[in-house]
């Protein structure tokens, strides 16, 4: 009649409270009785998954209890149970869901042990889910890397299994490497390195023996792949319309190089040695390096071996490679074949190449191929196959081990090739390079064929006007030299920039990356930075010929219209510094240091052109210098950026960096100029050990600065009521000082003293007046212009009211004049900086350099308005209140009298003696005090305000009638 208390306990009725033992039980009763999937339980089914993952976990961290009842119950298999039928994506998605967000929480070591023990995680993971639908792969391949992220030494024989060779979690993960979607990908490369950091060695040695060669060879397939559709980009858009994709191909690009330096840096001998054979074998030589040849048939076997990239496309990706990837024994067999394999070892055979340079045993072709079968495929042979084929899967897949035959010296020389950090300069390096150093041996031959190359006009004259920092036949051997590797001789020659820079800038890449890759030896880098050193020469005996192509970079990107950009030219000085630097000294011979100072020269000179009195040159010269000094050139973020792989432009609405294309228009050519300037200017500083000392123009330690106590006796302050925009008064006191305006609060511990609440340069304000109000000034003042924004940015932009209307007008009259004169005293700089005269007439703003101007009126014969013109500013300015009055006369016909009309000679005479001027507009000395308020202004104010219907050209007459009585009177 009644029922068990045990019945109530099954749960069959929903406990109130979810986190439960209880909830727990009262699930399993709903997976008991919906163990089929239908249209009618799918919901329940879907709602019973989810709460089971948050019961889980809440009794992960409270109570034992849980799991032990989940794994009594063997709760998993229903999962199993569930997958097996088609149930269709919706259960899928949530089982797996619930599946990633239980193991992903879970932190007692214990309650993961339970969860795995059982097998059915594998069971789950080997799985044939429908991955075509997206949301079904996604959660697939979360909780395999969810899986992987919980890998130990313990954990590894829940997945691992050492008895049947079985290991489905690396296996199947695998398989997904080359997926279309760039996320899946990502976490395929997570998944593998958390399971090649475990140091498990049956583990390790089941991969190297079962899965390395077919990952690896499959994987480089698809990278190789990936940069013929790379190159192809870049060669079909030339007119910058695929910049987005090309974006994504070298991102994918840069993300394989990270992933492979990742597991080379694991340091795993074993799977390092196959992955750098594939890489070396099947894709760095035969499609990175050889793809440098300018006559690629002597490389290719067949027609179909005709695989390559474009030179500059090569460099590039070469330069990412020795960028990235440290390792040493590939990075050194590398750069080898790259600076010393010569033409005959070419054409002996390409796999030739790896054997003379490289601790190569296999007899694997060098050649751009695909591998013979997929991935997918060989995974499948190896599971058929598991028990029996093991030593024929090892014959045909795998690299083979270092054979035991091979003597003890051999291996020696191979290791110490492999290591160059400690053992390059032993003896047996020597056996490797002989060959090829042999062909660096200068012999005696003359200068004279060097010069009579194939080179440009300029560089002909160039080297002609300076002598070889070797002897000559040093120079001419080193050109012989490069000739017969056909490598390293188009790594030279992209240096020419004989139309532009396109390939120059990737050549000065590579040679960056070459110079500052630790895994390379110095011996094979000498090649290339200095082919005569040993030790019994000194540090000096640099590569002229390289040193030559640097120089005359330099020096084209100093011509009128160059090609050069600037990038190119920051990478040049970094590298030629780098070169010329040795111990903290510079072996530069002198004449090599002369073009280098020539070079700053014409840079000099180039920078005279554009030296001009408008206020934009002052911001554009402080601009380029502050950006030069906030963001030197980073190599390592310049080579991520795709668009440097399209062809150089002048225009900016590719969106293309500034200096990382040409100029367009003559701002940014004065740009150009002034950042040219200063570059060339601190190499020649650094290479002359001398110190800046006249740069910036405004010293920062000499200005004052935000809450600075300064000492207020004897200063003209000016008091005045702060309103800012959001209505906010502040009452305060400004100080006008040579080149800061400062806003100042009285100190309340020192009488006399205030502290500095606001801080701005005088060049950089914006004075307007109050039409309504004659007590009020609207001030703003910017932050210094940055070519990275664009616009100013106001630093103040607030309503200034003073006491009186006196004090109005003194305030104006002071930030006027204070900024026109800290903006003369910067620009006298700059032409100090530029060997300008600057014993010029004195005026409100400097003339052009080169008084174009002034010519032009002497060509028009004006006579005496062009004297009185030549003074005149090259641009409109806040006028100061003198010369507004002085300009108002001049519009306003004068009342007749016999003082303005008189024309005395012997008066004109004197005025253009003592270069005086009078009242009316002849010549005139400036007054001494700059801050003294013109009366005249004043006078007319005052009348304005008193006499309301009198004319103000009525009062200008008056005065001017008065004044002309009183000279007279005077006289």
Partial sequence: MFRSRSWFGGGLWKPKNPHSPEHLKYLYNVLSKNQT?????????????RSIAEILIWGDQNDSSVFDFFLEKNMLSFFLRIMKQK?????????????????????????????????????????????????????????????????????????????????????????????????VRIAVRTLTLNVYRVEDASMLAFIRDRTAAPYFSNLVWFIGDHIIELDTCVRNDADHQSQNRLSDLVAEHLDHLHYLNDILSLNIPDLNKVLSEHLLHKLLVPLYVYSLMKHKNTVCQTQDDRK???VVVALFLLSQVFLIVSHGPLVHTLAAVMLMSDLDTIETGTNKVLEKFGDITSNKSVTFSPPKETLTKSLETLSENRSTSEESYNQENSIENTKEEVNKNTNNELHELNHPSTSFDDASTSVLMSTSLNSSIPS????????????????KEQRLAMESPLPHQNQNDTFESVTKKPFLETITNSLLCTENDYAALFALCLLYALANNQGISPKILNIIFSPFHNDTLTRSSYNELLMDRLIHVITLSCQTNSKVRLVTLELTIK??????????????????????????????????????????????????????????????WLMMDSNILLPPTGTPMTGIEFSKRLPCGEVERARRAIRVFFLIRELSLTLNMEIETQL?????????????????????????????KDGQKIRRFLVIDVVQLILVEPDISKLGWGVAKLVGFLQDIDVAGDKDDSRCLYLTIYKPLSSSTGNRIPLLSAKFIFDDHIRCMAAKQRLTKGRIKARQKKMNQIARLLDIPTSMPHCSTPPNYALRNLRHERILGRGQRAQRDQGRPMFTVNKVPGFAAQMRRENIKPVASSSSKRDDASSNERIHENGLRSRDGSPKMPRPRSEEIPLEDMCIRKASLTSNGLNVTHICAERRDSQGACSNNDR
């Fill in 37 to 49: 999937v239908s249209e009618n339980n799918r919901g329940l089914l879907v709602e019973t998954l």
């Fill in 87 to 183: 149930c269709g994506s919706y259960v899928c998605v949530q089982l797996l869901q619930t599946l990633n967000i239980l193991f992903e929480n879970i932190r007692n070591e214990t309650s993961l042990y339970y969860l795995l023990s059982n097998n059915h995680v594998n069971s789950i993971i080997v799985h044939k889910f429908d991955f075509s639908d997206e949301e079904v792969m996604a959660y697939y391949i979360s909780f395999l890397k969810t899986l992987s992220l919980k890998l130990n030494a313990h954990t590894i024989h829940f997945f691992y299994n050492e008895h049947t060779n079985d290991f489905p979690l690396y296996t199947e993960a695998i398989k997904f490497f080359n997926h279309s979607e760039g996320m």
């Fill in 308 to 310: 390559h990239v474009s």
């Fill in 444 to 459: 005696e031959e003359n200068l004279k064929e060097l010069k009579q190359l194939n080179v440009t006009d300029e560089e």
């Fill in 575 to 636: 590298l030629l510094i780098q070169l010329a630097i040795s111990d903290g000294q510079c072996v530069l011979r002198e004449s090599h240091l002369t073009a280098i100072e020539a070079a700053k020269e014409q840079s000099t000179s180039l920078l005279k052109n554009f030296y001009k009195s408008e206020d934009i040159f002052l911001d554009m010269f402080e601009d380029e210098y502050s950006e030069i000094q906030k963001r030197p050139l980073n190599v390592e």
């Fill in 696 to 724: 910036p123009l405004t010293n920062p330690a000499n200005c004052v600065q935000v809450n600075n106590v300064l000492d207020l006796n004897n200063s003209d302050l000016i008091a005045c009521t702060v309103v800012w």
